[in-house]
């Protein structure tokens, strides 16, 4: 054959790393036996496992100008029950009025193709939304606060009190037949009406969500504006309040500061982390907010770090690459950008 280009051999040698990064070839099977989220790892300190909610098919369409058709958002939503993810936030049973994108709750619950292992929870905002998703074959739901008065009346038109009352009646009867609730905290990092949110503000609401029954808090950076600082500020005092092995983290990527803030998170314990397919999102109420962080980036950290996820980061980019196909947009993932322009993915 003679003798091989350096500049060929160092493009096999990269392409043969991306390889090994994006995990191809390996059955998207989550470990028999994965561990906790939470447990540490003797060498580095960081979790050896990091759950990842993938809430994409929700709060990455549900943003979209355009309706997608309901057996798109079932397709993705099956594609991506094939990685691995333990956990698909399917859609959100709040009012067509509000949110027109999700106006097909019920149709996307029937139609979705359901994966042992794998958690498919819904939005509800209230007690009648919670009442239609349980009807419509939901087995865990979410509710979803706020740490500013104005975001909380821009997005779910009550206070931050008002809210609180009505989580109360959804977790009570959610309590009464076993359903799980995760609960939601929105502008723990900023606001887009109020600015600063103060660290104390943020523990409130989330002590408030946990002590109803909330069995997992997820702080949101709605707009994306936080900053390792920031993140470390905010979860210091939330951690007074809340277990640690309760907090999940959920960061929009406006500034292009949410891989940075999630790595401080799991520096400091956190071991769920929020994601969305090929950075997909925003927020109808929030004015400016981009896209969640993108799975497929995320992922792909926490590869280099070692931490085990039990998903397959070249499926969920395949499951990327179909829903920016039909939305006839591009991946905000810069994993997928840059897998694609290097023919790493055909």
Known sequence: ???????????????????????????????????????????????????????????????????????????????????????????????????????????????????????????????????????????????????????????INCSIEESIEKFEEVAKSARNMNIPVRGYVSCALGCPYEGNIVPAKVAEVSKRLYSMGCYEISLGDTIGVGTPGSMKRMLEAVMKEIPLSALAVHCHDTYGQALANILTAIQMGVAVVDSSVAGLGGCPYAKGATGNVATEDVIYMLNGLGIDTGVNLYRVMEAGNFICTALNKKTNSKVAQASFNTGTIN
């Open 1 to 155: 054959m003679g003798t091989v280009p350096s500049a060929l051999k160092h493009c096999l040698s990269y392409q043969h790393l991306l390889k090994e990064q994006l995990w191809i070839g390996e059955p998207a099977a989550p470990p028999p036996a994965a561990p906790h989220a939470g447990q540490e790892s003797q060498a580095s300190g960081l979790p050896e496992y990091i759950k990842i909610v993938e809430v994409g098919p929700r709060d990455g369409l549900q943003n979209e100008k355009v309706i997608v058709p309901t057996d798109i958002k079932i397709e993705l939503i099956n594609r991506l029950s094939k990685t691995g993810l333990p956990a698909i936030e399917v859609t959100s049973f709040v009012s067509s009025k509000w949110v027109p994108q999700m106006a097909d709750h019920k149709e996307v619950m029937r139609g979705i193709e359901r994966h042992p292992g794998v958690q498919y929870p819904v939005l509800t905002p209230n007690f009648q939304g919670f009442h239609s998703a349980i009807a419509a074959g939901a087995t865990e739901v979410s509710v979803f606060g706020a740490a500013s008065e104005s975001f909380s009346k821009m997005n």
